[in-house]
């Protein structure tokens, strides 16, 4: 929207002196006459039909003297600070384009403003080209898959989600996810969990040097991580996967007692996250 520019001197501006008693309505008039002319977009011509809806001084009296907006706009004229137009219908404010835009400079502003939220977006950030592409969207612009995904909240799986999660393996990964409470202990995630505990200890019975070592369980996990369809194991992770390791590795078994140890870490953590999970449940 267009602002007026008015000098902080202007309440002393010697021509609202030479108006007297009239000053302060004269000026109150004379920045209400800029306002409606900035707004309509005039050039600051101010037709004398529109005078007395720019200010009303009903009731007003000056020196004993009852007023009008005419009368105050004609005391403007005579001071200078608005002038009659040639045709005698209208006032123009005296050099009004010396500090107020005129408008053709408001509306190609608007214009740039137009052009700038079409290439730059509601945001005000820069989206890209103005190109189209070959599938008739903007070239260049990015955007963000609806909805976001949430670590925090997961899709529910469904029979083909969770066909689809089976094909592609488990999600390996050699630091805790962390992106659920459970996970936190994990090194390697999928059907079984891998706990962190025990990927560390079969990468030192592995031996050799360690991203050799870390390949190789990583690919061991991928390899016994039992599908859904495999049904229940019996066991809890720990157990799985001691017992699974043994059975291809017989001549390097853990270290009992760790994993021991580790085991009751374990059961506390998934003590916890169950007791969190049951009181956040509505």
């Not at 008693?21 to 209400?32: M, S």
């Not at 260049?140 to 999660?165: N, S």
């Not at 891998?194 to 560390?200: D, E, G, M, N």
């Not at 017989?250 to 996250?273: C, F, K, L, Y």
Request: overall charge positive; proline content about 9%.
């Amino acid at each position: 929207m267009p602002w007026v520019r008015v000098d902080d001197h202007f309440p002393d501006h010697h021509k609202l002196a030479e108006l007297g008693d009239l000053a302060p309505l004269g000026g109150w008039l004379a920045l209400c006459g800029l306002a409606w002319c900035n707004r309509q977009l005039t050039d600051g011509r101010i037709p004398k039909a529109q005078v007395h809806r720019l200010a009303s001084f009903r009731h007003v009296a000056v020196a004993g003297t009852t007023v009008d907006a005419e009368a105050v706009a004609e005391a403007l004229v005579r001071v200078g600070l608005w002038d009659v137009t040639a045709d005698g219908r209208a006032y123009q404010i005296h050099d009004y384009h010396h500090y107020q835009p005129s408008k053709a400079e408001v509306l190609a502003e608007r214009a740039r403003n137009a052009a700038r939220k079409r290439r730059d977006g509601p945001t005000g950030r820069y989206m890209g080209s103005t190109a189209v592409g070959t599938d008739g969207t903007p070239a260049g612009t990015w955007t963000r898959p609806v909805p976001v995904p949430d670590p925090k909240y997961p899709v529910p799986k469904t029979p083909d989600t969770q066909a689809a999660a089976d094909a592609a393996g488990p999600r390996v990964a050699t630091t805790p996810l962390g992106a659920r409470r459970e996970h936190l202990s994990h090194a390697c995630c999928g059907r079984v969990c891998l706990p962190a505990v025990l990927y560390t200890e079969f990468v030192r019975l592995h031996g050799g040097d360690e991203p050799t070592a870390r390949a190789y369980v990583s690919a061991f996990f991928k390899a016994h991580d039992p599908p859904a369809s495999a049904g229940p194991i019996g066991d809890d992770a720990f157990t799985f996967w001691r017992r699974t390791w043994a059975a291809h590795h017989p001549s390097v078994a853990p270290d009992a007692r760790t994993i021991t140890q580790a085991q009751r870490r374990h059961a506390g953590a998934a003590a916890e996250a169950a007791f969190l999970a049951a009181k956040d449940a509505p």
